[in-house]
T-cell receptor, first 110, second 114 residues
Framework: KNEVEQSPQNLTAQEGEFITINCSYSVGISALHWLQQHPGGGIVSLFMLSSGKKKHGRLIATINIQEKHSSLHITASHPRDSAVYICAVRPQGGSEKLVFGKGTKLTVNP | DSGVTQTPKHLITATGQRVTLRCSPR?????VYWYQQSLDQGLQFLIQ???????AKGNILERFSAQQFPDLHSELNLSSLELGDSALYFC?????????????FGNGTRLTVT
């Protein structure tokens, strides 16, 4: 079993829909990252969080440390949101190593 | 634009060869991370440098080595290349070493070993 599990693996939505991508992890962590990888391959860091909730434009990330779970929400989705969204955790204990989920491929149709 | 520059963008080489991938971190960032993304393994942490010193090691093969130079740019050297080394190699930088600051990723180097 992977230390970081994402669901769903693939997600297809219509433009304007509310999107939720989930990330569960099995180890204690000091931080969780949400990354976006576009079809061209480049990776953009969306959020880094260790508690609570963060918002940036139409994107919202939440984390529940007790339940070892995080969600990424996209409101009013748009075709340009189509990408692979990757969750990554930094385990506790001073480790520098990020452990990555396998990603959720999102396709938003016009 | 993340401010992290990776060169080259694409590299095609033969088995047994050696290549060097280069990364210039975002201005002011002292920490550099290398990651490998293959189709079957996903993203994996290879190695981290902070201000010229190796800080952490992940799943990096003995055939691979890296260093960070005084001007803070970093190089990842891959030798005795095998078909399975074909992957996207990403560099990322951050201001702090301990995971307390966001990561900024380069656009990656796509390595194809034939």
């Amino acid at each position: 079993k992977n230390e970081v599990e994402q669901s769903p693996q693939n997600l297809t939505a219509q433009e304007g829909e509310f999107i939720t991508i989930n990330c569960s992890y099995s180890v204690g962590i000091s931080a969780l990252h949400w990354l976006q990888q576009h079809p061209g391959g480049g990776i953009v860091s969306l959020f880094m969080l260790s508690s609570g909730k963060k918002k940036h434009g139409r994107l919202i990330a939440t984390i529940n440390i007790q339940e070892k779970h995080s969600s990424l929400h996209i409101t009013a989705s748009h075709p340009r949101d189509s990408a692979v969204y990757i969750c990554a955790v930094r385990p506790q204990g001073g480790s520098e190593k990020l452990v990555f989920g396998k990603g959720t491929k999102l396709t938003v149709n016009p | 634009d993340s401010g992290v520059t990776q060169t080259p963008k694409h590299l095609i080489t033969a088995t047994g060869q050696r290549v060097t991938l280069r990364c210039s971190p975002r201005s002011g960032d002292l920490s550099v991370y290398w990651y490998q993304q293959s189709l079957d393994q996903g993203l994996q942490f290879l190695i981290q440098y902070y201000n010229g010193e190796e800080r952490a090691k992940g799943n990096i093969l003995e055939r691979f080595s890296a260093q960070q130079f005084p001007d803070l740019h970093s190089e990842l050297n891959l030798s005795s290349l095998e078909l399975g080394d074909s992957a996207l190699y990403f560099c990322a930088s951050s201001a702090l070493p301990g995971g307390g600051s966001p990561l900024h990723f380069g656009n990656g180097t796509r390595l194809t070993v034939t």
